[in-house]
C-alpha cells in the first residue's frame, strides 16, 4: 500500500464553520506534513510532523491547527477561515525523518473553498 | 538558504517529441535535487532524485534528469514525450546538512502536448 488517503476531496466552508480535513497513510512512514498549493503555484510548506510530534510550523495563522493522533493519521483543523484561504490542501509522507532524504508521497489533495 | 528556478512557465510540445525542462538552483555544495509532476486535480509524484554520484539519473516514466555542477543546473529529459505526459513539473532542492524538514519547490513548468 503506497497511497496517501485524504479526505474530503472537496470542502465549502463559510467563514464561521469549524471543519477538518483528513489524511491517512498505511506506509509505515515517520514523517507527515501539510501544504498548502494556490492555483498555478508550487506547493508551499505548512506544518511537519515527525514521529507524531509538531516538528516544523512555517508561520502559520492559528485558524489552522495541525493534529497528529498516531503515526498513520494527521488531521488539519480549520476555524474562522478567510477567502483568500481557499485552495488545495496536500497532504504527504516520508519514510526517513527529513524530506531531504528520500521521497515525500503526495495525497491527491483536499480543495477547500470558503465563502 | 537553497533556492531553485524553473525559467519556463509554459513549454508545449509535440507528440513524439522530445523534452526538455530546465532547472537552475543556489546553493553552497551539492544540493539533494528533485523532479516531481503533477497531473491535473492531482498530487505530486516524484519523477527522480539526485543526491550524489553518477551524474545522469535516470526515473520513473521514461524520464532522466542531469547534474551539471558548473551550470549549476538539474535538467528533465524525455526522449520522446506522450499524451499523457500533460501535466506540471516541478524541480525541488534540499539541503543535505540542514536539519529541516524542507524541500524547496521551483515555480513549476506547465507541459503542453500537440496532437
Same mark, same amino acid.
Given at each position: 500500500?503506497?497511497?496517501?488517503? @485524504?479526505?474530503?476531496? !472537496?470542502?465549502? +466552508?463559510?467563514?464561521?464553520?469549524? &471543519?477538518?480535513? /483528513?489524511?491517512? @497513510?498505511?506506509?509505515? !512512514?515517520?514523517? +507527515?506534513?501539510?501544504?498548502?498549493? &494556490?492555483?498555478? /503555484?508550487?506547493?508551499?510548506?505548512?506544518?511537519?510532523?515527525?514521529?507524531?510530534?509538531?516538528?516544523?510550523?512555517?508561520?502559520?495563522?492559528?485558524?489552522?491547527?495541525?493534529?497528529?493522533?498516531?503515526?498513520?493519521?494527521?488531521?488539519?483543523?480549520?476555524?474562522?477561515?478567510?477567502?483568500?484561504?481557499?485552495?488545495?490542501?496536500?497532504?504527504?509522507?516520508?519514510?526517513?525523518?527529513?524530506?531531504?532524504?528520500?521521497?515525500?508521497?503526495?495525497?491527491?489533495?483536499?480543495?477547500?473553498?470558503?465563502? | 538558504?537553497?533556492?531553485?528556478?524553473?525559467?519556463?512557465?509554459?513549454?508545449?510540445?509535440?507528440?513524439?517529441?522530445?523534452?526538455?525542462?530546465?532547472?537552475?538552483?543556489?546553493?553552497?555544495?551539492?544540493?539533494?535535487?528533485?523532479?516531481?509532476?503533477?497531473?491535473?486535480?492531482?498530487?505530486?509524484?516524484?519523477?527522480?532524485?539526485?543526491?550524489?554520484?553518477?551524474?545522469?539519473?535516470?526515473?520513473?516514466?521514461?524520464?532522466?534528469?542531469?547534474?551539471?555542477?558548473?551550470?549549476?543546473?538539474?535538467?528533465?529529459?524525455?526522449?520522446?514525450?506522450?499524451?499523457?505526459?500533460?501535466?506540471?513539473?516541478?524541480?525541488?532542492?534540499?539541503?543535505?546538512?540542514?536539519?529541516?524538514?524542507?524541500?524547496?519547490?521551483?515555480?513549476?513548468?506547465?507541459?503542453?502536448?500537440?496532437?
Amino acid at each position: 500500500d503506497t497511497e496517501v488517503t @485524504q479526505t474530503p476531496k !472537496h470542502l465549502v +466552508m463559510g467563514m464561521t464553520n469549524k &471543519k477538518s480535513l /483528513k489524511c491517512e @497513510q498505511h506506509m509505515g !512512514h515517520r514523517a +507527515m506534513y501539510w501544504y498548502k498549493q &494556490k492555483a498555478k /503555484k508550487p506547493p508551499e510548506l505548512m506544518f511537519v510532523y515527525s514521529y507524531e510530534k509538531l516538528s516544523i510550523n512555517e508561520s502559520v495563522p492559528s485558524r489552522f491547527s495541525p493534529e497528529c493522533p498516531n503515526s498513520s493519521l494527521l488531521n488539519l483543523h480549520l476555524h474562522a477561515l478567510q477567502p483568500e484561504d481557499s485552495a488545495l490542501y496536500l497532504c504527504a509522507s516520508s519514510h526517513g525523518q527529513f524530506a531531504n532524504t528520500g521521497e515525500l508521497f503526495f495525497g491527491e489533495g483536499s480543495r477547500l473553498t470558503v465563502l | 538558504a537553497q533556492s531553485v528556478t524553473q525559467p519556463d512557465i509554459h513549454i508545449t510540445v509535440s507528440e513524439g517529441a522530445s523534452l526538455e525542462l530546465r532547472c537552475n538552483y543556489s546553493y553552497g555544495a551539492t544540493p539533494y535535487l528533485f523532479w516531481y509532476v503533477q497531473s491535473p486535480g492531482q498530487g505530486l509524484q516524484l519523477l527522480l532524485k539526485y543526491f550524489s554520484g553518477d551524474t545522469l539519473v535516470q526515473g520513473i516514466k521514461g524520464f532522466e534528469a542531469e547534474f551539471k555542477r558548473s551550470q549549476s543546473s538539474f535538467n528533465l529529459r524525455k526522449p520522446s514525450v506522450h499524451w499523457s505526459d500533460a501535466a506540471e513539473y516541478f524541480c525541488a532542492v534540499g539541503a543535505p546538512a540542514s536539519s529541516a524538514s524542507k524541500i524547496i519547490f521551483g515555480s513549476g513548468t506547465r507541459l503542453s502536448i500537440r496532437p
